[in-house]
C-alpha cells in the first residue's frame, strides 16, 4: 500500500491509479482479522499460524497484533487517500472510518496505564512494544495523554533502551515470551529502523534528548555504516536500508512539528 500511495502522490499517473485500485481494496479485505476488535489477529488456537511485520518475524505473537494493526491503520488511511484521488469518494469514506475505528481499538485494547506503555500483542508476546509504542505517537493513534506518557518513559528510562542512538524493541531487560537468542537480532539488539518514530515521540518531553539521539545514530553510522543491528561491539550488516532511510521520515515530521509551533507563537506583527 505505501508504495502505491508515495508513487501516485508523486507521479499523479490516473492510469496507473485505475489499475490498482481494486487489487489494494482486495488485498485489505483478506488481511485476517478479528472480528470484534477489528484488530489485525494471529490465531492462537494454531501451533503456529503466521509470523507478524517483519522487523518481529522471528517473534511468535498470538492474538490481536498491536503493531499490524498500526500498519493496518496507515494503509486504510493510504487506500482512503487514493479512492478519493480516483473520484470513488463513499469508498474512500469507508476506509477512512475504518482507520478511525481500528485506531480506537488500539488504544482500547492495548494501551497499559501502569506502565504506560502500549502491549505488542493480547496472547502471547504481551510484552510492552517501544517500536509499537513509538509508531502509535506517530501515526496519531496514541491520544494526546498516551503520547505524553509515552515520552516521558521514554525520557525516564532512556539509558535501559537506547545505545549509540539506536533503539531496543522492549523495556531493558525485556525479552520477548516466544524467541529464540537473547542479546541479539530481534531480541534485545538496538536498531535504527524506529529512530524517526522515537526521536518524534521523545521530543514531546524532552527535545534536547531528541536531538541528542540523531546525533549519537549519525556519529555511530559515520564510524561503522548503518548496520541493521548492534549490540555493544557486535555489529551486524553495516549497509542496512530501512535503518539509513527510515528514521528520516519521522525526524523531518518531528523538525516540521517544532517549525509549525514556532510559527503559531510568532507575535503578530
Known amino acids: 500500500m505505501g508504495v502505491a500511495w508515495h508513487t501516485y502522490r508523486k507521479t499523479k499517473n490516473t492510469k496507473l491509479l485505475g489499475e490498482i485500485l481494486d487489487p489494494l481494496v482486495k488485498t485489505m479485505g483478506a488481511v485476517p482479522r478479528n472480528p470484534e476488535t477489528g484488530l489485525v489477529h494471529i490465531y492462537p488456537a494454531q501451533d503456529w499460524d503466521r509470523c507478524p511485520y517483519g522487523f518481529t518475524d522471528t517473534v511468535r505473537k498470538q492474538g490481536d497484533v498491536l503493531f499490524c494493526s498500526l500498519l493496518y491503520v496507515q494503509a486504510c488511511r493510504q487506500l482512503s487517500d487514493l479512492l478519493l484521488a480516483g473520484r470513488r469518494e463513499s469508498e474512500?469514506?469507508?476506509?477512512?472510518?475504518?482507520?478511525?475505528?481500528?485506531?480506537?481499538?488500539v488504544r482500547r485494547t492495548f494501551w497499559d496505564?501502569?506502565?504506560?506503555?502500549?502491549?505488542?500483542?493480547?496472547v502471547k508476546c504481551r510484552e510492552h512494544d517501544i517500536w509499537g509504542s513509538a509508531f502509535a505517537v506517530f501515526l496519531g493513534v496514541a491520544d494526546a495523554a498516551q503520547?505524553?506518557?509515552?515520552?516521558?518513559?521514554?525520557?525516564?528510562?532512556?539509558?535501559q533502551i537506547v545505545q549509540y542512538g539506536?533503539?531496543?524493541?522492549?523495556?531493558?531487560?525485556?525479552?520477548?515470551e516466544q524467541a529464540r537468542g537473547r542479546d541479539q537480532y530481534q531480541n534485545g539488539a538496538y536498531w535504527a529502523t524506529p529512530v524517526g518514530w522515537f526521536?518524534?515521540?521523545?521530543?514531546?518531553?524532552?527535545?534536547?534528548?531528541?536531538?541528542?539521539?540523531i546525533l549519537d545514530m549519525v556519529?555511530?553510522?559515520?564510524?561503522?555504516?548503518?548496520?541493521?543491528?548492534?549490540?555493544?561491539?557486535?555489529?551486524?550488516?553495516?549497509?542496512?536500508?530501512?535503518s539509513a532511510a527510515?528514521?528520516?521520515?519521522?525526524?523531518?515530521?518531528?523538525?516540521?512539528?517544532?517549525q509549525r509551533s514556532s510559527d503559531q507563537n510568532k507575535p503578530n506583527k
Open 199 to 213: 526521536v518524534y515521540t521523545l521530543d514531546l518531553s524532552d527535545p534536547r534528548l531528541a536531538d541528542r539521539t
Open 166 to 176: 539506536q533503539i531496543r524493541h522492549l523495556p531493558g531487560g525485556v525479552y520477548w
Open 92 to 105: 474512500s469514506d469507508k476506509w477512512k472510518k475504518e482507520a478511525t475505528r481500528v485506531a480506537e481499538g
Open 147 to 159: 503520547s505524553q506518557t509515552i515520552a516521558r518513559y521514554f525520557q525516564t528510562h532512556y539509558g
Open 219 to 242: 556519529s555511530h553510522f559515520k564510524k561503522h555504516g548503518a548496520c541493521e543491528w548492534i549490540i555493544g561491539e557486535k555489529r551486524n550488516l553495516p549497509h542496512y536500508l530501512a
Open 113 to 122: 496505564t501502569d506502565v504506560g506503555l502500549f502491549r505488542a500483542a493480547t
Open 246 to 258: 527510515l528514521p528520516l521520515d519521522g525526524i523531518r515530521a518531528m523538525l516540521n512539528r517544532r
